[in-house]
Each structure stands twice: as structure tokens, then as C-alpha cells.
């Protein structure tokens, strides 16, 4: 591992925050597969919420504050423990293609070559590029601009050269950050609490204690934590902008770097600073900001909700027009960020660049931002670069699984194919799939609404949906995956019961329900019937069968809850995934094609689409282009004399090093 | 798309003795089960074997409605043009109860096909061989084509614009509810549900009452009439329907700029759109009017281009003239009652090769001439009715009643204190549902109207 400053690794240079909704769903989805993410959050939040908690649990997502220093530091100790993990600091300043090797065996020969900006050269079989916002990266502050990737941190710009050299195109998007503040000079008085929750919340199955850096006193500033419960947490603070802010902000608009075209990328609609804000929504006289401690410790605080690149001075009168910033000072000043990217119809879905083969893209340089996609992507790029090194092994031992979906993951991996999450099956399979089939101009944020299927993305079932990938990859150990097989097998048997026994309306059982604060029953009715009601929770429900455990009644209830929508998304998944069966040849020559219009030609040709279902998600190809395609496909079978039928196999994956072998 | 039961009308539009309605699939048996009975009144279906011909009727499963005595043949797989099992259902012919059975079927489960389906069908089932193939990607180009421009043409017209009205009203409440999923800790004002959803639903059950009288519209020679104002487009209109007894519908315009009127033309049915009506006397109207004759040339199947015989050629005549290109046209020089500025060589200069007919229209001459001329035109295969209206008419209205029901449930779904994440699934499948008619793809539009209509950034 090459980064530009080993104790800036699992740096988080904006919020000092992980989750949300489709985030906090990303890092369950993580934690299931095996990886890290959840057990470092767990390790270091500072605070703990469920959000959306009325909403239905297939949108309710955990949301963490994270100390910032902590979790660098343990993942770092994360790093350093892993066997065969070297760390070194170094700028990459080129990565090139070695011509003419020939591969070892099954495996591929090690055609890249890495270049620091000390001349120290690396040869890999495969890269995982991860650039953040490094690449080409030019911070600017008001009339100020100087080249960077982080405040603080060199930008990498000769990479930006080797890429084009690569053959890749590189397109420029914004992102900004806000001021950080001293939380000595903040009337809290004046802000609004908000405290972390009461009841015990983690990311991982049985969560993990604090790091021994967050035992002990918080830093003495920060008014009502919450000391002594099932954690010691700190609360965020809100305040709100005023007239007066905004008069501030409109009177130096002229100073603005965003609206005098000093930059140039494009930035985030759903992540506006804030003066965007403020011009776009002139009507709205007022809008919240969270001051979020940066850390257990320190007295620097995040003002979310004020990403702004204004010039310094305006930054701190702005904040000062807030009576509960009146004296405040700053620590840090916001600022915007433009960096280079690839554009992803560029990448394939396993994360490899289609014109280099073993360079893998992860995180902000597919067009992505945030931790959690950026960490999804690490892992999907992680696994596949790993099975592109050795060859693309095949496994006849792997688990299976009774979900369409999941079975197709696991059959391609027995194959030796890559690791590719479908959309109905992961938030991770939504991202990557989103990514290479439409046109990426803004960085892209996963929210729940881009999951069709998002009643069976819940954050409660990830560890059900991807278990048995993640032991089949290796990264789940045993044990877990049992744990998780366990509870699938003892949540069919609880609802299996209940949707056998019926409750009679006796007194016995009336007064039962209640007494458990239940309606009582005026006929008979199958048990599972009064899971459904609105009013059911795991606690008023659970004396139904007194032996299930807590974290099953929990699937239990949601599982009834959800049964009808759940079965008409399960049959829509199944339609789908025909679609998603039919693969596509990656060197189809679309202009051979006869019958496809021409914007779908075109489109096409871009995005280079694995499987008919995938081209059907491009925008602009209709129904009838893939009718045309479906029967050009089915031309090519017979012209070729294959027997596979309507019903074939999606053929994921490069099968490099079997051809060449 | 290869796994479900398809739908079509199989036969050619127009008035014929029978048409066939054709369902190819696995649940093409299952449905013929659920709407077919051999005699009146009974409620269960027969058990039928294959290559056998039934009568009976085709009836609402809901209401017990006979719609159509009809012969049933049922044709069970691999032994079929498909290759899957076939239904074949022989209604009687024209229109309106071939459309009725046929969105029976579409009601019951079945998709409409696409257009070349069952014989891209029978090519994949293997029942076809690779010669074949390139007959079929043929068909399929060809009808794809005039499928997307009548679709483009649709897209001017009076139910896509409803369409898109209220497609966007569903995605402003899908916003609403997801901003608030999304954005949890961003300030989304409180919006009302319940009653946008009780308005669109209204809506819809509207369009889908008049979807049928579209249809109906829909169906036959599109005749459109242009030429510019004054020259007696409305009097030609109306002494032709004087002149004809037999009125099949008389529907009031389809846009508030254009009539259309429906008349049977010695049993042809003929859709007369008049492109006049309006502010003649406006300063815009030229350009208006110009506009207005190339949408309606562009739907039409033939054109009766209108010149004033009394008055010598304008700008104006030249530039309709222009947008005939190869339409089939007849060309009426009208007022021949009243001396001529125009000869006959010098009007028929403009449109090259179409018949020229000299008409009186406020006086009813040459009408018996225009009429033939029309007939000839269709005779002679120079203009015929479009088939295409008729498919792609039922396919909006079966995802006019998707959306319908997506609605009902969604409003259901929060009328129930379910979760929001129930309502927001709905509501998107009624918003696809919507995007169908019009082609617009859901998520972008959600994002971009959160986006627009809500501070997003806390």
C-alpha cells in the first residue's frame, strides 16, 4: 500500500461522520462481506443515531460521529496487522503497461509498473487506484487557489499525466468543506442539543468497545454529554442562519469562487455550499448548521451545512452573525476542491479500467463521494484485483444459497469469474451498476431512492443478503458465516410457526394481548396476522414464542410486515434477472448490429454493457433496441453453432489468463 | 421479456367479418380459463384441449359482461408458430370489441407485444432459421421506426401532455416523501399526501374513461386538411359531412386548434382533421398556422390540401405545399364557383403527381369527385389506415391502469399508517408506469425535482 502520508490513512478531511440512509445500509453491507468499515466506526464513534425511524425499516440507517484521530489511528493498526501488507508513504507520480510480458501460468504477468516521485519503482499483476481528491487536486478559498488534494497534503499531478497516457479520459468535479471552529468560543447557550441515542446501537452484529484513547473524560467544553449509559457519548449542537448571514453572503457574492467561474467543476446538488444556498433558495430566510466535535478530545468542531469557499474574512463574519458564534474563532478555514476523475462508462463493473488491464479505480476517482461508497468500491476493486492476480481461481467448495440473486454471485465466483453484487442484492451493486450506465457529472452519492429494490436492501438484513459471498471470498470466517446461517434458518422456522398457528379469540388470549398492549382479536386469525398490525413491536409480540431470541424476532416481525410488498419485489428481482443472465460480449461491435437506432448505438458503444439488463438501464436504448439486440445476440449463438439456449448464462469476467494459457 | 404472456391483434385494422386476438405464452391457457365461457351465464370456464375450435363468449371476469361471441382455439406448445402455447381468439371484426377482448387479456396478466414479438419469439424458440432472422430484425426495425414517430407525434398531442401533467404531480409527492427518507436531517417543509393523491387518481380514472373515445378516434384513414385561412377549409369539412349520412362519432377537437370528425366514406372509416378555427384574423396566425398544418400532415395517412381558386398562389400555399413531400395528397382548388386567379397546371406545379379536384364546397359541387379521389387514394395503396395507433392506444391505457393501480395502492399504503418506504415503492412504479406514455426515465427526473424543490445540505 502506497499513500501520501501513513498517518492520514482513514483520514476523513470533511464530516467527521459515517452513515446515513443508503450510507449507514453501505456499511452493514460491508461489515457482511467480510470488511472493515463497521468494526472501525464501532471502535471510535463519539455518537450514535438511528435515523429515519418512523419511515419503515427499509430506509432506517444508523448514522455515527466519529472521532477523527481514533479512527484513523485503529484503522492504520488495522492495516499494520495484516499479514502480507506492506505500508509505505510515497506520491505516485505514474503507472505504465509493460509490454510484452507473458503470463506465468495461470496467472497474469506483472504488466504494471508503479512510479513514485522518488524514482522507486513497484511492478504489480494489479493495481487498486484510490486518488480521492489528490488527483490534479486545486484547493480554493475566496481569490486563493494553490495546488492540493487535502488541506495540508500534496496533489498528485503527474499521475493525472500517466492516466491520459493510459488511454483514460479524465473529466473535473468540485467538492467543498466548511470552516472548523473552537469550541471554547461557541455559546452553547444559544444552540440547540442534539443528543446521541439511548438505546445501545453499533454497526457491527455484537459492536466493540471504544478505543482506550475515548475512555475517560471528554474534552471538559462540551455541555450535556452523555456519560456513564451503554456508551459515553457527545452530542451535535444546531444553531440556524439569519437575515444578517445572509446579507454577509449576498453583499461579497462578488468574492464568491463559485459564481465568478474561478471554479470550474461541478459540484454536488445535494451537498450545495453555502452560498449556493442562499442564491438558489432565496426565499428561505433560514437554514439549520450542526456543530459536530470533531473528536473526544479536541476542541475543534465541523459546522455542517456550511461548506462555503469564500474568502477567510467572510467566513468568519458570516459564522459571527449567529448569536451563538458571535465570538467565534476559527481553527480551520472551508474551503472548495476540484480534482480530476474517469469518468466511469470507462470502467468496467468489476472497478477495472477497460483500457488497462489489472488497474482497478475505487472511491472519488470513479466520480463517487463519501467514505461508505468509497469503501464499498475498495472492496469490490480489492477482491477483483486480488482475483485478477491469481489467475481468476476457481472454487467448487463454495456455499449456496437459495436467493436467485445471491446464487447467480456465488456460481459466478465458483467459476472463476469476478465479483459482480446485483442490484437486487446489494446497495454496492446499485452504486457500481448506477456508475458504468449513466453519465457521471456530478459526484455521485448513494441515496435509498436509487435502489429499486430497496424493501429487500434493508440495513437489518445485510448480514442474510451477503454472508455467504463474503465467506465464499474468504474475508467472512466460519464462525460468522455459521452465526448469520443460524438466524436465516431460525427466522423460516419462527415464521413458518406463525403462519401455521391461529389465535383465537378466547378470553385467555385477549387478555393476553392486551395486557400486552395489543387490540384484542374479535375471530380467529393466523398468528402471523398480528405481526402485521402497525401497533406489533418485537417486545409486545415476543411472548408469542417465548424461545426465539431477540435479534430473530426482530427479522421475524419486519419479514411478516413486509410480505406482501417483499413477494411482489422477490418476482420482480426474478424477471429482472433473466434480463441480467443474457450476457453481452464486451468486444460487441454495435455497428454491426442492424436495426439499433442510432442514439442507442451510440450509447452502447460507450457504456459497453455486461449483460442485456444493463443495456436496458442506459439511457436512451428502449425496449426495442433490446429486442434488436436480444436477436442479434441469439444470431451470433447459432452463427457460432453454441448450444446455449434462451436461458443462458451470464460469462462474467475476462477470462485472460485461461486464453492465453 | 421472453418468460411472459404476450398479447396482439393480429389481423389488419378496419372493418372485417372477424379479427383475431392472440395470446402466446405459459399463461396463455390460464387466461383464455379466466375470460372465456361456453355458454351465457356460467361462471366456470371449460376445460380446453388442444387444436380444438370452441364458441362461446368472452366475458368480464369482474362483471359477468358478455363482451364478444367469439371462436376460441387453443394450441397447446411446442406445436404452435411460437413454439409457446397459443390462444387464438376469433371476435368480431372491426375495432372496438377486437380492442375490448384484447384489453381483457392485458387486464388478466397478459403484455401487450411488441411490435414484431411473436415473431422474434418464434425466431429465439428456434422455430425459425437464420435466414429468417434478417426478415426479422427487419420487421422489427421497420415498426420500431414508425412506432417512434408516432410516438413523437403523440407527444404533441392532448393525453401526453395530461400524461405529463400528471406524471409530474405523482413525482412531486414521490419527492416530497423521499426527500424526507434521504435527507432526514435536512428541513423538508411538511407537504399534504393524501389529497395530490386523491387528485391524481381522479385524474387517471378520467384519462381512462376518455382513452376509450381516443381510441375509438384513433381509429381509421387520418384525413387532415390544410391550406391557409380563408381558402373554405371549414365549409369543405362540413358539406362533407353534410353530404354523408352515416356519422359514425362526432368527437369534438382534439386540441383546441384543430376538429376532427369521424365519418364512414362508402365503409371507410375517415378522420377528418380540420386544422382552421381559430383567431384567423390574428397577426401570429400565419406562423401558427403553418405550425399547426405540419403536425397535422405529419399524423395524417392522406391530405387534403385546400387552394382558393379565386385567389393567386401565396407565400403561404407554397410553404404547406412544402411540407407535403411525399405525402399521399389530393389537391383541392375550392371556390370554383367564383372566377379563377389560379389555373389548373399552375396548382398542380405545387404538388406534383397528386389528383386535382375542383370543388364548390359552399354549393356541395365536386364533392362526389373528392370523395373518389379520397377512395382511390386508399384503393391504390397510396394512403392507408395506419395500424400502429391501435397498438400503441392500448398500451398507454394498460399503463394507465398500472399507474391506476400502483396509485390506489400507494394511497392505501400511507391511508394504513404503513411505513413510507411502501408508498415511495408504489408511487415509483406509477411514475414508470406514466414514464412509459411519455419515455421519461424516473430516477434523474426524482432527484432533479428534490433537488429544485427542496434546500438539500444540511
Not at chain 1, 450514535?48 to 419511515?55: A, E, H, I, V
Not at chain 1, 488511454?167 to 447557550?189: E, N, W, Y
Not at chain 1, 448513494?446 to 440495513?459: G, I, K, M, N, V
Not at chain 2, 365519418?263 to 384567423?280: H, K, Q, S, Y
Request: hydrophobic share 40%.
Amino acid at each position: 500500500m502506497l499513500t501520501l502520508n501513513l498517518d492520514n490513512v482513514a483520514l476523513t478531511p470533511c464530516n467527521p461522520s459515517v452513515g446515513g440512509p443508503a450510507k449507514g445500509h453501505l456499511v452493514r453491507e460491508i461489515d457482511a462481506l467480510g470488511g472493515e468499515m463497521a468494526r472501525n466506526v464501532d471502535r471510535t464513534f463519539i455518537q450514535m443515531r438511528l435515523l429515519n425511524t418512523g419511515k419503515g425499516e427499509a430506509v432506517q440507517a444508523l448514522r455515527a460521529q466519529v472521532d477523527k484521530r481514533a479512527y484513523g489511528a485503529a484503522m492504520k493498526r488495522v492495516l499494520e496487522s495484516q499479514a502480507n501488507l506492506d505500508l509505505k508513504q510515497a506520491l505516485v507520480d505514474d503507472i505504465r503497461l509493460l509490454t510484452g510480458q507473458g503470463p506465468q501460468g495461470r496467472r497474469p504477468a506483472p504488466a504494471l509498473c508503479v512510479t513514485t516521485s522518488l524514482d522507486a519503482q513497484y511492478r504489480a499483476r494489479a493495481v487498486v487506484l484510490t486518488t480521492g481528491t489528490s488527483l490534479a487536486g486545486r484547493i480554493v478559498t475566496g481569490e486563493r487557489d494553490f495546488p492540493a488534494g487535502r488541506a495540508g497534503e500534496p496533489p498528485a499531478v503527474h499521475l493525472a499525466t500517466g492516466l491520459r497516457r493510459l488511454g483514460l479520459q479524465l473529466g473535473r468535479l468540485k467538492t467543498g468543506t466548511p470552516p472548523r471552529i473552537d469550541a471554547r468560543t461557541v455559546d452553547f447557550s444559544a444552540t440547540l442539543v442534539q443528543p446521541g441515542s439511548e438505546a445501545p446501537l453499533f454497526f457491527t452484529r455484537d459492536g466493540l468497545p471504544p478505543e482506550p484513547e475515548l475512555a475517560g473524560a471528554p474534552a471538559s467544553i462540551y455541555p450535556r454529554a452523555q456519560l456513564g449509559g451503554w456508551r459515553d457519548q457527545l452530542p451535535c449542537y444546531q444553531v440556524r442562519t439569519n437575515a444578517q448571514t445572509h446579507a454577509v453572503i449576498r453583499a461579497n457574492l462578488d468574492r464568491a469562487p463559485l459564481f465568478t467561474g474561478f471554479i470550474e467543476g461541478i459540484g454536488p446538488r445535494y451537498c450545495p455550499s453555502l452560498e449556493d444556498k442562499i442564491v438558489r433558495f432565496a426565499h428561505k430566510d433560514s437554514h439549520p448548521l450542526f456543530l459536530e466535535p470533531e473528536g473526544w478530545r479536541t476542541h475543534e468542531m465541523y459546522v455542517q451545512g456550511a461548506n462555503t469557499s469564500l474568502p477567510e474574512d467572510v467566513q468568519l463574519a458570516l459564522l459571527r452573525t449567529i448569536p451563538a458564534l458571535g465570538r467565534v474563532e476559527m481553527t480551520r478555514v472551508g474551503y472548495a476542491v476540484e480534482y480530476d476523475y474517469v469518468p466511469p462508462h470507462q470502467t468496467k463493473e468489476s472497478l477495472e479500467a477497460r483500457a488497462v488491464p489489472g488497474l482497478f479505480l475505487a472511491g472519488q476517482i470513479n466520480g463517487t463521494s463519501g467514505y461508505e461508497e468509497a469503501a464499498g468500491q475498495g472492496l469490490v476493486a480489492g477482491v477483483n484485483a486480488a482475483r485478477f492476480a491469481q489467475g481468476w481461481p476457481r472454487n467448487a467448495s463454495l456455499p449456496s444459497s437459495g436467493e436467485p440473486a445471491c446464487a447467480d454471485v456465488l456460481a459466478a465466483l465458483a467459476g472463476g469469474e469476478q465479483l459482480v453484487l446485483p442490484r437486487s442484492l446489494a446497495y454496492i451493486g446499485v452504486m457500481i451498476d448506477d456508475l458504468v450506465t449513466s453519465d457521471i457529472d456530478e459526484p455521485y452519492r448513494l441515496l435509498t431512492s436509487r435502489a429499486e429494490y430497496r424493501l429487500r436492501l434493508r440495513q437489518d438484513n445485510a448480514d442474510l443478503r451477503l454472508a455467504p459471498i463474503g465467506y465464499a471470498l474468504g474475508l467472512l470466517s466460519r464462525e460468522e458465516y455459521g452465526r448469520t446461517e443460524a438466524k436465516r434458518v431460525a427466522v423460516d422456522a419462527a415464521l413458518g410457526v406463525l403462519r401455521e398457528r391461529y389465535l383465537s379469540p378466547s378470553p385467555r388470549t385477549n387478555a393476553r394481548l392486551v395486557e400486552l398492549g395489543q387490540p384484542a382479536l374479535s375471530g380467529p386469525v393466523r398468528a402471523v396476522e398480528v405481526l402485521r398490525r402497525p401497533s406489533a413491536t418485537a417486545a409486545a409480540v415476543a411472548p408469542l414464542l417465548p424461545t426465539v431470541p431477540p435479534a430473530v424476532w426482530e427479522q421475524v416481525l419486519i419479514q411478516a410486515k413486509y410480505e406482501g410488498y417483499l413477494r411482489k419485489q422477490n418476482q420482480e428481482v426474478d424477471r429482472a434477472l433473466r434480463l441480467e443472465r443474457r450476457h453481452v460480449p464486451a468486444d460487441l461491435d454495435y455497428a454491426s448490429v442492424v436495426g439499433l437506432r442510432a442514439e442507442a448505438r451510440q450509447k452502447l458503444s460507450r457504456f459497453h454493457p455486461s449483460s442485456l439488463g444493463q443495456a436496458s438501464r442506459i439511457y436512451g436504448v428502449t425496449p426495442a433496441d433490446i429486442s434488436v439486440l436480444l436477436a442479434h445476440l441469439e444470431k451470433l449463438h447459432r452463427a457460432r453453432g453454441s448450444q446455449v439456449g434462451v436461458e443462458g448464462i451470464v460469462t462474467h469476467g475476462p477470462k485472460v489468463a485461461s486464453d492465453e494459457a | 421479456m421472453l418468460d411472459d404472456t404476450v398479447a396482439a391483434i393480429s389481423t389488419p385494422i378496419g372493418e372485417g367479418g372477424i379479427g383475431i386476438v392472440r395470446l402466446s405464452g405459459p399463461r396463455a391457457l390460464a387466461i383464455a380459463g379466466e375470460l372465456f365461457r361456453r355458454r351465457r351465464g356460467l361462471t366456470m370456464a371449460p376445460a380446453l384441449r388442444s387444436h380444438r375450435l370452441y364458441h362461446g363468449w368472452i366475458c368480464d371476469p369482474q362483471s359477468g359482461e358478455p363482451l364478444d361471441e367469439v371462436l376460441l382455439a387453443y394450441m397447446r406448445g411446442p406445436g404452435t408458430y411460437t413454439r409457446e402455447d397459443v390462444v387464438e381468439i376469433d371476435c368480431h371484426g372491426g375495432p372496438l370489441p377486437l380492442r375490448r377482448v384484447l384489453e381483457l387479456c392485458l387486464r388478466l396478466g397478459a403484455r401487450l407485444a411488441e411490435p414484431g414479438e411473436l415473431t422474434l419469439r418464434a425466431f429465439l424458440n428456434g422455430r425459425l432459421d437464420l435466414a429468417q432472422a434478417e426478415s426479422v430484425l427487419d420487421v422489427v426495425r421497420a415498426r420500431t421506426e414508425t412506432g417512434l414517430r408516432l410516438a413523437v407525434e403523440q407527444l404533441g398531442g392532448r393525453l401526453s401532455s395530461a400524461i405529463r401533467d400528471l406524471r409530474r404531480q405523482v413525482l412531486e409527492v414521490l419527492a416530497y416523501l423521499t426527500a424526507t427518507i434521504d435527507f432526514v436531517e435536512d428541513e423538508i417543509p411538511p407537504q399534504d399526501v393524501a389529497g395530490p393523491l386523491e387528485m391524481t387518481l381522479a385524474r387517471v380514472d378520467e384519462l381512462l374513461a376518455s382513452a376509450d373515445a381516443g381510441i375509438v378516434y384513433r381509429q381509421g384513414l387520418q384525413v387532415a386538411i390544410v391550406g391557409r385561412p380563408n381558402v373554405g377549409k371549414s365549409s369543405l369539412l362540413n358539406a362533407l359531412l353534410r353530404q354523408e349520412r352515416a356519422i359514425v362519432t362526432p368527437i369534438p377537437g382534439t386540441t383546441r386548434d384543430t376538429l376532427a370528425e369521424t365519418l364512414n366514406l362508402r365503409g371507410i372509416p375517415v378522420v377528418l382533421v380540420d386544422t382552421a378555427g381559430i383567431r384567423e384574423s390574428d397577426q401570429l396566425v400565419e406562423r401558427l398556422g403553418v405550425e399547426r398544418s405540419r403536425r397535422a400532415t405529419a399524423a395524417a395517412d392522406l391530405v387534403l390540401f385546400v387552394l382558393a381558386g379565386d385567389e393567386p398562389l401565396t407565400g403561404y400555399d407554397r410553404e404547406v405545399a412544402a411540407l407535403l413531400a411525399d405525402k399521399p395528397a389530393v389537391l383541392v382548388l375550392n371556390k370554383a364557383d367564383l372566377p379563377t386567379a389560379i389555373s389548373a397546371a399552375e396548382a398542380a406545379a405545387l404538388v406534383p403527381g397528386r389528383p386535382l379536384v375542383r370543388t364548390a364546397a359552399t354549393g356541395g359541387e365536386g364533392l362526389a369527385e373528392l370523395e373518389e379521389a379520397i377512395v382511390q387514394a386508399v384503393f391504390a395503396g397510396r394512403a392507408a389506415p395506419s395500424a400502429e395507433p391501435l397498438v400503441s392506444n392500448p398500451r398507454h391505457k394498460q399503463a394507465l391502469w398500472r399507474a391506476r393501480e400502483h396509485l390506489a395502492a400507494a394511497r392505501e399504503a400511507y391511508a394504513a399508517g404503513l411505513p413510507v418506504d411502501c408508498a415511495t415503492i408504489d408511487l415509483s412504479a406509477a411514475v414508470n408506469a406514466l414514464g412509459e406514455i411519455t419515455g421519461e426515465s424516473a430516477t434523474e427526473d426524482l432527484l432533479d425535482t428534490i433537488f429544485n424543490q427542496f434546500c438539500i445540505g444540511k
